[in-house]
């Protein structure tokens, strides 16, 4: 067996066992009933501005319709007079960013899809004007090992951004695990956690 074929036979096994772990966490948040999830989105309010202190431009995200609630929190953000970055579709379907212009003008522009912003949309190195991150996630290890959801495009976005930026990824309480996550060569490590009540530094 080649070095190459040895790398192909980790990164199969490795992708299987994120997808189980996926699978799993996704019926978990299921079980959250919509009072349950409100008041966790209250409480992340306070959080967040927490770990954002004085970032004068983050970026973040529009949960859908399982994720950790941030449609209210991108209004708060920014009435606390920062500017916020939201993903979005750009040019030819590839992933981009654009600015928030308020919760009126975020729209759903396909099934599944989070809501966006209008306007320009913005490759990853807009990234290198934020000051802090919030990003998604279905698990996060207490090591920093992000599991998302497959896609890998965080990941990409992650190696642009600033050294030493804070960057934290939202997750419900029972996500933040002890044991290490599945990790291939293109993973990108998490310094922080961001539960509803509380920002948990990890092992990066």
């Known amino acids: 067996m080649t070095q190459n074929q040895a790398v192909d ?4 096994h490795y992708e299987s ?9 996704r019926e978990n948040r299921k079980l959250y009933t919509p009072q349950q999830r409100q008041e966790l989105a209250q409480q992340w309010q306070n959080t967040a501005l927490e770990f954002l202190a004085e970032a004068k431009t983050v970026a973040a995200f529009v949960s859908t ?30 992933r981009a960013w654009g600015f928030f212009q308020g919760l009126d003008d975020l729209e759903q522009l396909a099934p599944g899809r989070p ?9 990853n190195d807009i990234l290198l004007e934020v000051d802090a991150m919030i ?39 029972q996500e933040l695990i002890d044991e290490h996550l599945p990790q ?4 990108v490590k998490i310094p922080y956690v961001l539960l509803p009540t509380e920002i948990v530094t990890t092992a990066v």
């Open 115 to 123: 809501p966006e912003p209008s306007g320009p949309a913005f490759d």
């Open 65 to 94: 319709e399982f994720e950790p609630p941030t449609y209210e929190l991108c209004k708060v953000i920014a009435d606390n007079k920062k500017r916020l970055l939201l993903p979005k579709l750009g040019p030819r379907l590839t």
């Open 135 to 173: 990003i998604p996630a279905l698990l996060v290890s207490r090591f920093g090992e992000r599991l998302g959801q497959g896609g890998g495009w965080y990941d990409r976005a992650l190696k642009v951004v600033r050294p030493n930026l804070p960057v934290a990824a939202m997750v419900f309480p």
């Open 9 to 12: 036979l980790a990164s199969e």
């Open 184 to 187: 291939d060569v293109h993973d």
């Open 17 to 25: 066992q994120k997808q189980h772990l996926r699978a799993l966490a």
